[in-house]
Nanobody
Framework: VQLQASGGGLVQAGDSLRLSCAAS????????LGWFRQAPGKEREFVAA????????SYTDSVKGRFTISRDNAKNTVYLQMNSLKPEDTAIYYC????????????????WGQGTLVTVSS
């Protein structure tokens, strides 16, 4: 699976953004997909993941109620809708493909996109 993330940008606190991750490869529809982020000077952290069917999702506590992950297998695309953005959400966001949506460690995801920068100003 090859992945390419897009949709990042500079926004103000409280604004919304939707990230997209387009995938190629025959195994997309059978892969769990996740979003991770990495802020300057920090380790890459899990944000959200979705099962291959789209029926199950997982979120880190800091984004619950604000972010929504979804996928369209017909379009080979996964999305991350981010609402009520905060300055602490500033990071490079990466999409990744893995075996199960409950996986939260970056090492458990085999395929990665190139990342898209989200900057939230206060």
């Amino acid at each position: 699976v090859q992945l390419q993330a897009s949709g990042g940008g500079l926004v103000q606190a409280g604004d919304s953004l939707r990230l997209s991750c387009a995938a190629s490869g025959s195994t997309f529809s059978r892969s769990a997909l996740g979003w991770f982020r990495q802020a300057p000077g920090k380790e890459r952290e899990f944000v959200a993941a979705i099962s291959w069917s789209g029926g199950s999702t997982s979120y880190t506590d800091s984004v619950k109620g604000r972010f929504t992950i979804s996928r369209d297998n017909a379009k080979n695309t996964v999305y991350l809708q981010m609402n009520s953005l905060k300055p602490e959400d500033t990071a490079i966001y990466y999409c990744a493909a893995g075996r199960h949506y409950t996986f939260r460690s970056a090492g458990e995801y085999a395929h990665w996109g190139q990342g898209t920068l989200v900057t939230v100003s206060s």
